[in-house]
């Protein structure tokens, strides 16, 4: 998800604005100040190992925008059952480029398979304001 801001801490993502679809920008190329919020499951028996997430972000001709990569460790809390999936969270912090005004979507990839549905949002060029006559 896309929000005015996320961070991810101690296991809960605090998220202001989340969810935002629409974005204006004064012009373009553009900064997109926007923080990305992630949360993805780890089967219990790939915990303690490497996981490659990706997040690539895609204009509406398939191009890409900008792509995000890290290597994370989900381990297991003291508390999880045995067989349980674990939650993990993460908090992308922008500003991220966009080259120009339409549609685009963003997809997370885990190992390199891609998660479904991606995310998908569109910038715009911020209205001009009008000047009084």
């Known amino acids: 998800m896309f929000a005015e801001g996320a961070e991810a801490v101690n296991g809960k993502m605090y ?3 989340g ?33 490659n997430v990706k997040v690539r972000v895609m204009d509406e ?7 995000f990569g890290l ?9 999880a059952k045995p067989g349980q999936d674990i939650r993990s969270l993460v908090a992308l912090r922008g500003p991220f480029p966009i080259a120009k005004p339409g549609a ?11 998660q479904e549905p991606p995310f998908r949002f569109w910038v715009d060029q911020a209205p001009l304001p009008i000047s009084p006559g």
């Open 19 to 51: 969810g935002i679809d629409l974005h204006h920008a004064p012009g373009f190329p553009t900064m997109l100040k926007a923080d990305i919020a992630l949360g993805f499951l780890v089967a219990w028996g790939e915990t303690n190992r490497k996981i």
């Open 71 to 79: 290597e994370a460790v989900v381990g297991r809390a003291p508390t």
């Open 15 to 17: 998220i202001l604005g």
């Open 104 to 114: 685009y979507k963003a997809v997370m990839f885990l190992n390199d398979e891609p």
């Open 61 to 67: 001709d398939d191009a890409e925008a900008f792509t």
